[in-house]
């Protein structure tokens, strides 16, 4: 059993940054796939970043890279997600997740692929 608790969002002008977080209890040598995933008012849960635990490798939503970056720190069974340039179209309620399985692009568009999900931190770009 897993349980995963963000943080780090808040209120950020249009071009600021922010990091969040994702620290992960329990059994955490059982996952494998670390993911963040946002859901603005209205529209459907949309994939951001996913990251191999073991071997880092990182899948992100093509609309994204090169402004937000995944990231990890194993010993700490801690997750991050850093955004810069921020636009108030990124306002949206950020979760992150874990999976046993290995990571794929394809899961950005599944999170039912996904077992255990945060509570979610709000991020706002105004």
């Known amino acids: 059993h897993v349980q995963l608790v963000e943080s780090g969002g808040g209120l950020v002008q249009p071009g600021g940054s922010l990091n969040l977080s994702c620290a992960a209890t329990?059994?955490?040598?059982?996952?494998?796939?670390m993911g963040w995933f946002r859901q603005a008012p209205g529209k459907e849960r949309e994939g951001v970043a996913v990251?191999?635990?073991?071997?880092?490798?990182?899948e992100y939503a093509d609309s994204l890279k090169g402004r937000f970056s995944v990231s990890k720190d194993n010993a700490k069974n801690t997750f991050y997600l850093d955004m810069n340039d921020l636009r108030p179209e990124d306002s949206a309620k950020y979760y992150c997740t874990v999976d046993r399985g290995s990571c794929y692009s394809y899961m950005l568009d599944r999170p039912d692929e996904f077992d255990t999900w945060g509570q979610g931190t709000q991020v706002t770009v105004s």
């Open positions: 329990g059994k955490t040598n059982v996952l494998n796939c």
């Open positions: 990251i191999t635990r073991i071997h880092g490798g990182t």
